[in-house]
Structures are given as C-alpha cells and as structure tokens.
C-alpha cells in the first residue's frame, strides 16, 4: 500500500482538489503491533472517550477547511474499535448493539463526520456475519483485527436505469481471465481512507453481490468530489471500478439477505441514528456553554444574566427532555436487538421488530438534531452566527446526515406494522 500521509501533505494535497477529476491518495496499512486487542463493552466505551477527547480538539478547524482525518483513522485503527463486533470465536470482542450505538453517539459528539466514516465499516461486518463462509470469516475478519479499515463503494447517481438506490448498473462478470467488477458508485463513506472497499454488484446471473475490493486494486479509483455543506469530511465521494480483478473469496452472495430474516439492515439504521444523537448531543452542549459563557440577557427582561431568562430556561428545559428521550430510545433499540441476537433462531417476525425498534429510535434522534442544531442560535443569539465560532457546522451536519435515509419512511413504517401488520422490506434502510 502506499506510504502514510501526513496531515501536512494532506493540506496540500486537498489544495489541489477542486476539481473532481483528483484521484485520492493510498492508506497506510497499520502497524499490526500497535492496534488494541479490545476485549469487552466497558472497555470499548473507555476507547470511544479517549478518541473523543482527542478528536474535539480540531473538529471545527477540519470542518472549516475541510482537512481530511488521515491521522486521526490512523488512531482509531491503533484503538481497536473497529474490531469490536468481530465474533468472539474469531478473537473480537462482540460488544453489545447499545454499545455499538453508544461508541458512535460519543465520537459523532466530538465529530460527526469523523465519527461516521466508519459507520459502513460497521455495515458491512454485518453482512460477513451473516453470510460470509467460514473462511471468509477467518481471513477478513483478521485483517479488521490487525487495524485495516473498511469502506464502501456507495448507491450508483440517479439515473433512466437507477431509479432507487437498490438498483445499480455495476457488474461483476466471470471472463477468460478470472471475474472482473466495473461500475461507478457515489456516497462512498469511508471508501477513500479504507484498505478495502466492498460495494454492491450484479452477477451473471442476475443476482446481487457483494464484493470486497482490496483499496489497491488495479483499476479501482477513489475521487474526493464530496462536496456538500455538511459532514464536509467524510470524503462520501465516487469510487470507480474499471475492470478490476476479484478474487471469488471476496464476493458475498448478498441475495440471500433479501430470502431471510437478519439484523443486517436494523444495525445499519442504529448507527445511522446514533450518529444524530451524538450531533445533538454536540449542539446542545454548545448552547449551554455559549448562553453562560457570551449570550446577553433581552432588552426588556429587566435581568442581568441571560441565564436567568425564564424563555431561555425552559427551551433548555425541552431540549434536555427530547435529548434524553432520543437517547433512551436509541438504547433501548439497541437491547432489543441484543435480545434478537441472543435467541435460537430470527424469523421474519423478529426481524420486523428489530426494524421498528431503530425506526422509533431514528425519528426521534433526527428531530433532536435538527431542533438542538437549530435553537442553539435562538437561545444563544444573534453573535453566535458569527464564522468565529463555527457553530452552523451542527445544523451543516444534522441536515446533511439526517437525510441518509428520509424519516418520513419511518414513519409510514412504523404506522403500516401497527395499522395493517405490514412487515418492513428487509434492506440497508430499514
């Protein structure tokens, strides 16, 4: 693999990046010596905190320039938690869903598009999980344990042949020379900083795979296009596939996921969830300290502090219960999960349930995030918009993330299983 890029190198390199014909540099495969061999839940929390305190520091400078976290993945390789879901059997910890979820809350408060960019490394282990063959298991499995990151090559552009994010126009075609993947996908979280990138394809036969490209594999191009106003740093851009070589080890029949009950998909969601929890959580925070620190009590108050401002207290009031309700729901999806996970068997009823339970979870961390990002400048006032501050980068990132996936779905969702026992289409997204 390539050489490590250093956070100077990286500047100058994200100088050159304007236009998105710029072709992403290599990671670094981490010193195996150095990655944590972490070994339960209370650990991994442990873990999550210390990164949080280091990753905070520079959040909003690397927001505001768009400085790409290359050192900062290299430490959280070094933690271990990407090893964290890995099966025990395997040499992982197996943490807890509630610990997964709140891993993700704590780094997405320090810094949400950092700590979302392993949210697919997270997805796809789930798909390994469930489907990957013994071997598989054993060989990726030890390249997670050993510190290597995992991306994803994301939904293809809309298009007059992809209309939904679940079809797609990239191949994987058996040749004289072994198989082959072409393709172009976009939203490619965590693609460019990954040692290998899985992405979905259609094959031969018509079926859905998955396939997990090494990152240095020839005629596989990782483009930091990524250019929205939000989440600036999570480098979701394109990836493309010309002709790159797979190894048929490397291929997951997804397929199968869509004939049988799984957790695949409601993990996927509690991530999604408890990356805005940790960004309203962040938002909150921030109010608090900029209304004791900076804000000035109104005009005709008749108050000294704004602290006092009986208007102010009781939106703070609202926000700390919709903060804590989002939380204990988040949770509480989580455990239902855990308990899913834990039973003999999952049939189409559990994982219904499994799905509704993170629905719940994710409409309401979205609304706290974005009421949290918002009402920060309301009850902070008008000198908290100033660019010093950087505080718009709560709403940048609650609005840009929370529309992964539209939470007015979720709603149909959970009204369609109460109403008429609907059971939930079993995909990433649910």
Avoid at 251 to 274: D, K, M, N, Y
Avoid at 369 to 394: I, M, Q, V, W
Wanted: hydrophobic residues 40%.
């Amino acid at each position: 693999m390539g050489g490590r890029v250093s956070p100077l190198s990286v500047r100058t390199i994200m100088s050159t990046l304007e236009s998105p014909s710029a072709e992403a540099p290599l990671p670094r495969r981490p010193d195996p010596a150095r990655v944590q061999r972490i070994a339960g839940d209370a650990q991994a929390i442990a873990a999550a905190h210390a990164l949080a305190e280091r990753f905070a520091a520079g959040a909003s400078e690397r927001d505001r320039q768009r400085l790409l976290p290359w050192a900062e993945l290299d430490l959280w390789s070094e933690s271990g938690l990407g090893a964290i879901t890995v099966p025990r059997e395997f040499g992982g910890a197996d943490v807890s869903y509630a610990t997964l979820a709140e891993v993700f809350v704590i780094l997405c408060a320090a810094d949400p598009a950092l700590g979302q960019i392993p949210q697919n490394h997270f997805g796809v282990l789930g798909v390994l999980r469930e489907i990957g063959t013994p071997a598989q298991k054993a060989r990726l499995y030890g390249e997670v344990l050993a510190g290597q990151r995992l991306g994803n090559a994301g939904p293809e552009r809309r298009s007059a042949n992809v209309r939904t994010i679940l079809q797609g126009t990239t191949r994987l075609t058996a040749t004289p020379d072994g198989l082959r993947l072409d393709g172009q996908r976009f939203y490619s979280t965590g693609a460019l900083f990954a040692h290998r990138v899985p992405t979905r394809a259609t094959d031969d036969e018509g079926r859905a795979v998955q396939v997990w490209a090494p990152r240095d594999a020839p005629g596989l191009t990782v483009v930091d296009d990524w250019n929205s106003f939000g989440q600036r740093t999570t480098a979701s851009g394109t990836v493309t596939f010309r002709q790159v070589p797979v190894d048929p080890q490397d291929v997951l029949p997804i397929w199968q996921l869509a004939e049988r009950p799984g957790l695949f998909g409601p993990t996927s969601q509690l991530i999604q969830a408890a990356i805005d929890q940790g960004i309203a959580q962040a938002a909150v925070a921030d109010t608090l300290a900029f209304v004791r620190e900076r804000a000035r009590p109104w005009v005709d108050s008749g108050l000294e502090h704004a602290t006092d401002d009986p208007y102010i207290i009781a939106d703070v009031g609202r926000l700390q219960i919709d903060l804590h309700a989002a939380h204990e729901v988040l949770q509480e999806a989580g455990h239902t999960l855990d308990a899913l996970a834990a039973a003999p068997s999952l049939d189409a009823e559990a994982s219904a349930r499994a799905s509704v339970a993170v629905a719940e979870a994710k409409i309401l961390t979205t609304r706290i995030a974005l009421e949290a990002s918002e009402k920060l400048f309301e009850l902070a006032g008008s000198s908290s918009t100033r660019a010093a501050h950087n505080l718009d980068r709560h709403w940048r990132n609650a609005r840009t993330h929370t529309l992964h996936d539209p939470v007015r779905w979720k709603l149909h969702l959970l009204g369609n299983y109460h109403l008429n026992q609907v059971l939930p289409a079993r995909h990433s997204w649910n």
